[in-house]
């Protein structure tokens, strides 16, 4: 027997950390994130899919979010993206619910319904099953909608159930960064 890790192996201290780690990385940016709202006056809103509250939990982690931040909408299935957010039922059909069409009409919807200056959602395929030749496990659209319009992201995650969604849950954050720095 070896005294040694077996290699491959993970330790519950590998996992702690690499958790501690992502926690950082969505803190930090969450921050970020309500800086520059506070300092451009802006207001934000989620709505997100496969994140499952993910990024609203790093955006209320930081005191003083209520300063920017309205609200958020999970909106896992798709009645919910059609009942809450006004996506179009038609648009649902034509291109899944998992598709920069459907993340674009998201962020719109959290845009309107919350009243808000920029809105952010989030819509993807995080694993382990689910995923296609089409649309494979990982895939994720991420849209940022303001009065300018709205910008949709493509990403195509490699990892499981958690870090897919905590990676979509950073490129929501990054793509508020973008959108808050080009308004700020």
Not at 38 to 67: F, H, K, Q
Not at 83 to 100: C, K, N, R, T, Y
Not at 131 to 147: I, N, R, W
Not at 168 to 179: G, K, N, Q, T, Y
Request: net charge negative; charged share 20%.
């Amino acid at each position: 027997m070896s005294d040694g890790p077996t290699s491959g192996a993970v330790g519950a201290a590998d996992v702690s950390s690499v958790a501690a780690d992502s926690d950082a990385v969505l803190t930090a940016l969450a921050r970020q994130v309500q800086d520059r709202s506070l300092a451009a006056g802006a207001t934000v809103s989620l709505a997100e899919s496969c994140t499952g509250g993910l990024v609203a939990a790093a955006l209320t982690a930081i005191p003083g979010s209520s300063g920017y931040f309205l609200g958020g909408v999970v909106s896992y299935a798709n009645e919910a993206k059609r009942d809450v957010l006004g996506v179009d039922e038609a648009l649902l059909a034509a291109h899944g619910a998992v598709s920069a069409q459907v993340a674009r009409a998201m962020a719109d919807g959290a845009r309107e319904r919350f009243g808000t200056s920029v809105a952010a959602s989030v819509t993807g395929i995080a694993g382990p099953d689910g995923g296609s030749a089409e649309k494979p496990v990982g895939l994720t659209y991420v849209a940022v909608s303001d009065a300018a319009g709205a910008d949709v992201r493509r990403f195509v995650w490699p990892g499981d159930r958690a870090a897919n969604r905590r990676d979509s849950a950073v490129a929501v954050l990054e793509a508020l960064l973008a959108r808050l720095g080009a308004t700020s």
